[in-house]
């Protein structure tokens, strides 16, 4: 088996933040004595992630998915456990492995904010060693991709939130690396430019080959480009295994969608399942899988439908039923 | 490759400063303090009181004012404002020690700042006619030297006070005191030859007289240059280069990369 792309060992982080209570006597007392409190970002999660895998890694707001990103790339130190990157301590950030690695954050920039793209791209390639004339092919490679060519020669500041995002991007890539890591890349852009990267993202990791773990709250980001998961809630691993199987372990439950002839009242479909939507001539059911059959033939039995459909729930329900237990 | 990295930094760095250049117009403005001891010491002059004549005086304080603007540094304002926002991270990410962004920031930025103190060098001349001489070149020369040891000096003090950001939530205002301390003991206030001599012998050890008054020495021609300036500076300045490589190891482990 080849060795891992990335390694987490039983990785923590444990944070030490000062706390002050509000208004003038809590600032005396924190300028007097200072109180700490601990906070256990991230306790003992491991997984491995094998060279040209795509992960999405999953959690609600909090849950430490950033800051196990931040201990992968080597941004921050671990507490205790070990990281590795393509066998190497990203903390050491040695320029070998540096020229392997990128973290993409959707709600930060690298780009210099006045100054054209081109012009970060030129610090970005000498950084990296790249020459400018090779440079200039990935950059038009690139562009091409995420189909931001006409804007590279404009101010940062001038361009649109998914125009800046794509950009962002690119910035990101140049030195071509191997190791994706990606924090919400779509972080509030609209559909199109949420497809375009996603997209691009994709065709990026058939090109070269690349591992990418992906954090992101839209859960199309994860279905499009994720066959497997890793879901952490408050620092510690809830899940890591396919999509199919978090779908299959965290929902006993398929989704009976109706539409009536006739509206009838919420009450009258309790007895079937879970009520997500009722009220009007649109009910939408949560039924347990071992009775569905059962369900289907009475709803069909006792009301009169237009049209009736059965479907997996929504993603982002199963994950936020997760996240609402808390716990496998 | 180092060269290209240095060429394209300076390059870009310098574009960037450009797009700031009315600001950086009016923060040389505000660098004029050395003319106000300039009038103080010709009116003390013109009385009689003094070593020098008013129109030495001028040239003396002209060579000041050039040389603290040569030494100008913000490196602990940006390098605290990197840690505190979380921008340090993508500098941590890439193959380059941030610490040369940081230096090629404000070579750049001299670059903005050079031109402007040549108009204002043309104005000074027109307002007080043969106070400026040519300081001839191995004056010159030796001044430019002086004034690139202190202007490196002055940015690794920074840059250290900056490092402090990894401990203290501001750290920015530390740098206060080292002006202070530039502006008593430098020079800035009187030429150096008119304090007791007990302090002068004290001050040169010091870095601070080395820092404006040294190469101000070298370009008036005035006061004399002490040739042991040189090493001081060098001294100081391997000093606080050593404290910030210090200070970054250790500092590296507290950050958090809040923000990112």
């Given at each position: 088996m080849a060795a891992p792309a990335v390694l987490a060992e039983q990785l923590s982080k444990t944070f030490r933040v000062a706390e002050k209570e509000p208004g003038f006597a809590g600032t005396l007392r924190h300028f007097v004595r200072r109180r700490y409190r601990r906070i256990?970002?991230?306790?003992g999660v491991s997984f491995e992630i094998a060279p040209g895998e795509v992960v999405g890694f999953l959690g609600p707001n909090g849950a430490g998915k950033t800051t196990t990103l931040k201990m992968l790339t080597g941004l921050i130190q671990p507490s205790s456990g070990r990281a590795r990157v393509l066998g190497r301590?990203?903390?050491?950030?040695e320029a070998g492995l540096l020229r392997e690695l990128t973290l993409v954050m959707?709600?930060?920039?690298?780009?210099?904010?006045?100054?054209?793209?081109l012009d970060s791209l030129r610090v970005n390639a000498a950084v990296y060693e790249i020459p400018w004339a090779e440079a200039q092919h990935r950059t038009a490679e690139l562009a091409e991709m995420l189909g931001v060519a006409e804007v590279l020669?404009?101010?940062?500041?001038?361009?649109s939130l998914g125009e800046r995002m794509k950009a962002e991007l690119l910035a990101s890539l140049l030195h071509r690396p191997r190791v994706l890591f990606l924090d919400?890349?779509?972080?509030?852009?609209?559909v199109n430019a949420q497809l375009a990267v996603r997209r691009f993202l994709k065709a990026y990791r058939e090109r070269y080959g690349a591992t990418l773990l992906l954090t992101s709250h839209y859960m199309a980001d994860i279905e499009a480009l994720a066959e497997r998961v890793i879901v952490i809630h408050e620092g510690r691993l809830l899940y890591d295994g396919p999509l199919g199987g978090l779908v299959e372990r965290f929902a006993p439950f398929k989704e009976v969608r109706l539409m009536l002839a006739r509206p009838a009242a919420a009450a009258a479909f309790a007895r079937f399942g879970e009520?997500?939507?009722?009220?009007?001539?649109r009910v939408r059911l949560l039924v347990e899988k071992d009775r569905l059959t059962g369900v289907v033939a009475e709803l069909l039995a006792n009301f009169e439908l237009r049209d009736l459909s059965v479907d997996e729930p929504p993603l982002e329900e199963v994950i936020g039923r997760v996240f609402a237990k808390g716990a496998v | 490759m180092l060269l290209a990295k240095a060429r394209t930094l300076l390059a870009v760095h310098f574009a960037y400063m450009m797009e700031y250049r009315a600001e950086i117009f009016f923060w040389i403005l505000g660098g004029l303090v050395p003319f106000f001891f300039m009038a103080a010491w010709s009116e003390a002059a013109r009385q009689g009181?003094?070593?020098?004549s008013p129109l030495e005086y001028a040239r003396y304080f002209f060579a000041v004012f050039v040389a603290r603007q040569l030494a100008i540094v913000w490196a602990n304002w940006t390098f605290s404002d990197w840690v505190r926002t979380g921008k340090l991270s993508f500098y941590l990410l890439?193959?380059?020690?941030?610490m040369w962004r940081l230096l090629a920031d404000h070579v750049g930025e001299r670059g903005v700042r050079l031109p402007v103190l040549v108009v204002i060098g043309g104005v000074f001349a027109a307002l007080f006619?043969?106070?400026?001489?040519?300081?001839g070149w191995g004056a010159l020369a030796l001044g430019l030297a002086a004034s690139t040891l202190a202007f490196l000096l002055s940015f690794f003090v920074a840059y250290s006070v900056g490092l402090l950001a990894f401990w203290l939530?501001?750290?920015?205002?530390?740098f206060e005191l080292w002006y202070v301390l530039v502006l008593f003991f430098?020079?800035?206030?009187?030429?150096?030859?008119?304090?007791?001599e007990a302090v002068q012998r004290v001050l040169l050890w010091t870095p601070f007289p080395h820092l404006v008054y040294l190469p101000a020495a070298l370009w008036s021609g005035l006061e004399p240059a002490d040739a042991r300036g040189f090493a001081v500076l060098f001294v100081w300045t391997l000093v606080f280069f050593a404290v910030s490589r210090l200070l970054w190891r250790l500092g590296r482990g507290r950050y958090s990369a809040m923000g990112a």
């Amino acid at each position: 088996m080849a060795a891992p792309a990335v390694l987490a060992e039983q990785l923590s982080k444990t944070f030490r933040v000062a706390e002050k209570e509000p208004g003038f006597a809590g600032t005396l007392r924190h300028f007097v004595r200072r109180r700490y409190r601990r906070i256990e970002a991230v306790r003992g999660v491991s997984f491995e992630i094998a060279p040209g895998e795509v992960v999405g890694f999953l959690g609600p707001n909090g849950a430490g998915k950033t800051t196990t990103l931040k201990m992968l790339t080597g941004l921050i130190q671990p507490s205790s456990g070990r990281a590795r990157v393509l066998g190497r301590d990203p903390y050491r950030r040695e320029a070998g492995l540096l020229r392997e690695l990128t973290l993409v954050m959707g709600n930060k920039q690298q780009l210099i904010w006045d100054l054209p793209v081109l012009d970060s791209l030129r610090v970005n390639a000498a950084v990296y060693e790249i020459p400018w004339a090779e440079a200039q092919h990935r950059t038009a490679e690139l562009a091409e991709m995420l189909g931001v060519a006409e804007v590279l020669r404009q101010p940062v500041r001038k361009l649109s939130l998914g125009e800046r995002m794509k950009a962002e991007l690119l910035a990101s890539l140049l030195h071509r690396p191997r190791v994706l890591f990606l924090d919400e890349p779509t972080l509030g852009l609209d559909v199109n430019a949420q497809l375009a990267v996603r997209r691009f993202l994709k065709a990026y990791r058939e090109r070269y080959g690349a591992t990418l773990l992906l954090t992101s709250h839209y859960m199309a980001d994860i279905e499009a480009l994720a066959e497997r998961v890793i879901v952490i809630h408050e620092g510690r691993l809830l899940y890591d295994g396919p999509l199919g199987g978090l779908v299959e372990r965290f929902a006993p439950f398929k989704e009976v969608r109706l539409m009536l002839a006739r509206p009838a009242a919420a009450a009258a479909f309790a007895r079937f399942g879970e009520v997500e939507e009722a009220g009007g001539l649109r009910v939408r059911l949560l039924v347990e899988k071992d009775r569905l059959t059962g369900v289907v033939a009475e709803l069909l039995a006792n009301f009169e439908l237009r049209d009736l459909s059965v479907d997996e729930p929504p993603l982002e329900e199963v994950i936020g039923r997760v996240f609402a237990k808390g716990a496998v | 490759m180092l060269l290209a990295k240095a060429r394209t930094l300076l390059a870009v760095h310098f574009a960037y400063m450009m797009e700031y250049r009315a600001e950086i117009f009016f923060w040389i403005l505000g660098g004029l303090v050395p003319f106000f001891f300039m009038a103080a010491w010709s009116e003390a002059a013109r009385q009689g009181y003094t070593l020098y004549s008013p129109l030495e005086y001028a040239r003396y304080f002209f060579a000041v004012f050039v040389a603290r603007q040569l030494a100008i540094v913000w490196a602990n304002w940006t390098f605290s404002d990197w840690v505190r926002t979380g921008k340090l991270s993508f500098y941590l990410l890439q193959p380059l020690d941030p610490m040369w962004r940081l230096l090629a920031d404000h070579v750049g930025e001299r670059g903005v700042r050079l031109p402007v103190l040549v108009v204002i060098g043309g104005v000074f001349a027109a307002l007080f006619p043969g106070a400026l001489v040519w300081p001839g070149w191995g004056a010159l020369a030796l001044g430019l030297a002086a004034s690139t040891l202190a202007f490196l000096l002055s940015f690794f003090v920074a840059y250290s006070v900056g490092l402090l950001a990894f401990w203290l939530e501001d750290a920015t205002e530390i740098f206060e005191l080292w002006y202070v301390l530039v502006l008593f003991f430098s020079g800035m206030l009187a030429p150096l030859s008119l304090y007791p001599e007990a302090v002068q012998r004290v001050l040169l050890w010091t870095p601070f007289p080395h820092l404006v008054y040294l190469p101000a020495a070298l370009w008036s021609g005035l006061e004399p240059a002490d040739a042991r300036g040189f090493a001081v500076l060098f001294v100081w300045t391997l000093v606080f280069f050593a404290v910030s490589r210090l200070l970054w190891r250790l500092g590296r482990g507290r950050y958090s990369a809040m923000g990112a």
